[in-house]
C-alpha cells in the first residue's frame, strides 16, 4: 500500500485548523442574493435563454474544435466585433473564461526578459498569468502609484518589456485602481498596461463600457473581461488593437490549444451586449441601489470598506464572527458570503447589489444584519 497521498490529509488538517477550510454551498434560488456577479440579472433575462436556446438548436452545444481548427463560428466573429465596439477598439479575442484570458494575454505579451509590475490584491488569475509567463514580478502596494512610481523607477531599465496589470474594480473590496495616474506612469517609463474589467464591464460608463471606457484615457490598455459577470454568460474576452488580437491569435496558448466558447454562450453573450445598448435603465437602477444600501448602512452605524462600485465590504474583524453573522443570514433566507484569509487579508462580509433588488429586500438585508451584529457581540 503507497502512502504517497498521506500528506493531503494532513494538508486539509491544517487548513481546518486555521479556519481557511472551504466548500461550496448550494444555493437556492429561492433565497435574498447578495452575493452574485449577475448585476443586471441578465443571467435570467428570457432574451439571453432564448439566444441560447436558438444558438443551440442551429449550431449543437458544442463548438466541437480549437477556434482555429474546426470550431470558428459566425456568432464568435460577432460577438468579438460587439466587444470591440462596447470598449472603443479595433478588435476583441474571446476566450473560454476571464481566467484563460488574462493567463493566456499575460504569458504571451512578456516572457523571461521583462518585468511586469502587479497591484498586491490583484486577482488570482493575473498573478497566475504572471508567474506562467516566466517575467520578474514584483508587486506594488495596493492601489499605491508612489509605490509603483518607486518600483518602476528602480527596476524598469533592467527589462526589456515592462507590463503593468491591475484589476480595475477590485473584487474584494469594491474599490478603483487610478488608472489615470498609472497610465502616466506607464508612458513616463515605456510599460504595456493591462487591466481587468471582470466587475467594471456592463457596470462602468455610459454604454456599460467598463471603468476604461468612462475615463478619457489616450494610451493604449489591454483590456481584459469576462462575460461570466454582468453579461451572464461565461466566457472571457480581451479588446484591443488589431495587431494585439492578430499576435493573441498565434501566441495566446489558452486560446489556440483550446475548444471554442460554445454555441450558448456565445450567443447568450451576445444577446447581452445588445440589451446593454438599448436599456440603460439596467444600470441606473445598479447604481440607485448601491446608493440606498450606503445611506441604510450608515443610518444603521455599520462600517463598509471604501468602495466606488456595486461591491461593498462589511469589515466584521474576527473570522469566527463573520462567520457566525454570514450563517445567521442564512437562517433568515439571505445568501451574504463571509470572505475571508486566504481569499483576503483580513475577514468580511462581501455584498454585491444587483439592479434587480427592490428597496424591501435592502432594507431586510440590513435589519437582520444589524441583529446579527448585536447578537454577536
Ligand atoms: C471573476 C474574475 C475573473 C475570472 O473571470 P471568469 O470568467 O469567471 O473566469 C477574473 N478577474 C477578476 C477580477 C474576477 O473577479
Redesign the pocket.
Known amino acids: 500500500m503507497s502512502n504517497s497521498y498521506d500528506w493531503i490529509n494532513k494538508a486539509i488538517a491544517t487548513i481546518e485548523k486555521a479556519n481557511w477550510y472551504r466548500t461550496p454551498q448550494i444555493v437556492d434560488p429561492s433565497m435574498l442574493m447578495f452575493a452574485s456577479?449577475n448585476y443586471l440579472g441578465l443571467a435570467q433575462d428570457q432574451r439571453l435563454i432564448d439566444a441560447a436556446i436558438a444558438a443551440t438548436q442551429k449550431y449543437g452545444t458544442g463548438a466541437t474544435g480549437s477556434r482555429l481548427v474546426s470550431g470558428h463560428l459566425e456568432i464568435h466573429d460577432q460577438l468579438e466585433q460587439s466587444i470591440a465596439k462596447l470598449k472603443g477598439t479595433e478588435s476583441a479575442l474571446v476566450f473560454s473564461?476571464?481566467?484563460l484570458a488574462?493567463l493566456g494575454t499575460i504569458s504571451a505579451l512578456v516572457g523571461a526578459r521583462d518585468l511586469i509590475l502587479s497591484d498586491a490584491y490583484n486577482?488570482s488569475?493575473l498573478k497566475q498569468g504572471a508567474i506562467l509567463s516566466g517575467a520578474k514580478v514584483i508587486e506594488y502596494s495596493h492601489n499605491s502609484h508612489e509605490d509603483l512610481s518607486q518600483k518602476l523607477k528602480a527596476n524598469r531599465n533592467k527589462h526589456r518589456r515592462c507590463l503593468i496589470t491591475t484589476?480595475t474594480v477590485f473584487?474584494m473590496d469594491g474599490d478603483i485602481c487610478p488608472l489615470k495616474a498609472i497610465v502616466d506612469l506607464a508612458e513616463q517609463y515605456d510599460c504595456m498596461v493591462l487591466v481587468?474589467e471582470?466587475?467594471g464591464t456592463g457596470v462602468f460608463g455610459d454604454r456599460g463600457g467598463g471603468v476604461v471606457s468612462s475615463l478619457n484615457i489616450n494610451y493604449p490598455i489591454v483590456q481584459v473581461g469576462?462575460l461570466?459577470?454582468a453579461l451572464g454568460s461565461l466566457?472571457?474576452f480581451v479588446a484591443g488593437s488589431t495587431k494585439l488580437i492578430t499576435f493573441l491569435k498565434n501566441r495566446a496558448s489558452t486560446w489556440i490549444y483550446t475548444t471554442g466558447l460554445s454555441p450558448a454562450d456565445t450567443a447568450a453573450a451576445l444577446k447581452a451586449l445588445e440589451i446593454l445598448q438599448t436599456e440603460p435603465q439596467l444600470r441606473q437602477n445598479l447604481w440607485h441601489n448601491v446608493k440606498l444600501l450606503k445611506n441604510i448602512l450608515l443610518e444603521a452605524d455599520i462600517a463598509i470598506l471604501p468602495s466606488s462600485s456595486q461591491i461593498l465590504a462589511i469589515k466584521i474583524g474576527d473570522i469566527k464572527k463573520t462567520l457566525a453573522i454570514s450563517k445567521y443570514l442564512k437562517t433568515q433566507n439571505i445568501f451574504a458570503p463571509a470572505i475571508r484569509p486566504p481569499t483576503v487579508p483580513s475577514p468580511r462580509i462581501r455584498l454585491t447589489l444587483m439592479s434587480t433588488h427592490t428597496p424591501d429586500q435592502i432594507q431586510t438585508l440590513v435589519t437582520n444584519l444589524k441583529t446579527a451584529i448585536h447578537q454577536l457581540d
Open positions: 456577479n473564461s476571464g481566467y488574462n486577482h488569475c484589476d473584487s481587468d471582470a466587475h469576462t461570466s459577470k466566457g472571457g
